[in-house]
């Protein structure tokens, strides 16, 4: 277990989800109903996606941070919920909730997942602390397949910062802020591109259902 942290992205608002059917997200993981959804507690698999990330990050990190902004209750079993912190915009983007995280953390490194990712590959914390390890010198790695996934990193505290002036002075980008640190791109190959997909709409999510069915006919 490394001296590292290891946080979750779940602190967004979820907006185009909200049109999900009642019964794909009411689950036991779900909160009472006329709530608004909550994405990191949307069943797959009858495990909430928050679940997905926790297994992925726990054997490597010395602690967990869930970054939420409501059902604190049922995220704590996931880890240390942290709120977007008070002195920042509210609501404007998964910055705020990096900021908050790093804000927060116990050690110097932080490995993030958006909660929102379940499928993440199976080396996703090793690749990206080889390359921390490997002498750059850079204060942040982030993954790359066919496309850039800038909320998929690994991050040291001294960043924050740089981030909170960014944020402070409205800027909300993720990639041009890592541009600025700026940031390594830790390559994971075209093919691993299924492994980053993120689920923010219902087809999304029935993408993602569709997709844990295929593997295990595999």
Known sequence: MQDLTGAILAGGQARRMQSLPTQEASATFMPADNQPIDKGLLPLQERPLV?????????????????????????????????????????????????????????????????????????????????????????????????????????????????????????RRVIPWLEKIPAEVVDFGVHADEHFANINTPADFEAAQSQLTNWSKA
């Open 51 to 171: 679940a997905w990330q926790k297994s992925r990050l726990a054997p490597w990190v010395s602690e967990i941070i869930v970054n939420a902004n409501q059902n604190n209750e049922f995220y704590t079993a996931y880890g240390r919920v942290v709120a977007d912190d008070s002195d920042l915009p509210a609501q404007q983007g998964p910055l705020i909730g990096v900021l908050s995280v790093l804000r927060h953390s116990r050690t110097p490194w932080v490995v993030i997942a958006p909660v929102d990712s379940p499928f993440l590959p199976v080396d996703y914390v090793t690749r990206l602390l080889k390359a921390q390890s490997s002498g750059q010198g850079r204060l942040a790695y982030y993954c790359r397949a066919q496309r850039d996934y800038p909320l998929c990193l690994l991050i040291h505290t001294d960043t924050a910062q740089g981030l909170e002036d960014y944020i402070q002075s409205g800027q």
